[in-house]
């Protein structure tokens, strides 16, 4: 396997345990906790478990106010996660890969949930007394979120040439390579 085998693998895992993660978490906000009757679970003062239902897309846009708009946004959602796949194929750094699988499995997380319940579930909510700076999100929004800043980070401060593209890494023996 060469490395840009192994980092496309390493992004389909990354990308798994980020979707596997948020469903069990998700199905435990909706079963065992029963968030959506209890409302609200204080956990600290600056952290509460809030039930939220998250019709639209980022931050309420492209509300889905019928059966229809909810079809045409999990198709538009399920369109990106697409695009995201096929540049997790085509791109060649490490960093960027990892970047993109955050990406793609809280996508998937998302769209499984709008596809199976209507709605996005989020639960957590990051509060400062009355100051919110962040709506009420979940797992997936976190690593969509994550994945989205370092791309634009390294996008902005990696100087073009500082990674090394797995094509062109030498091989430092960590890799085993059969001769045909």
């Known amino acids: 396997m060469d490395k ?17 993660a948020d469903q069990a978490i998700k199905y435990a906000m909706i079963g065992p906790l029963q968030l959506k009757s209890r409302g609200v679970i204080h956990i600290i003062s600056f952290f509460d478990l809030r039930w939220a239902e998250n019709r639209g897309v980022s931050m309420g846009f492209l509300t889905a106010e019928s059966e229809t708009a909810r079809w045409a946004l999990v198709a538009l959602t399920a369109a990106i996660a697409i695009g995201v796949l096929i540049w997790i194929w085509r791109e060649k750094l490490r960093g960027d890969i990892l970047c993109l699988s955050l990406v793609l499995g809280g996508a998937m997380g998302n769209i499984v949930d709008r596809a199976r319940y209507g709605y996005v579930v989020d639960y957590a909510d990051l509060h400062f007394g009355s100051f919110r700076p962040f709506f009420i ?16 980070l390294r996008a902005i401060f990696m100087k073009d040439g500082t990674e090394t593209p797995a094509e062109e890494a030498p091989n430092n023996g960590n890799d085993i390579e059969t001769a045909e």
Not at 138 to 143: M, P, V
């Open 4 to 20: 840009i085998q192994k980092y496309r693998l390493q992004a389909i895992m990354l990308a798994s345990m980020v979707f596997f």
């Open 137 to 152: 999100f979940n797992l997936a929004d976190a690593a969509i979120s994550i994945g989205v800043a370092i791309l634009l």
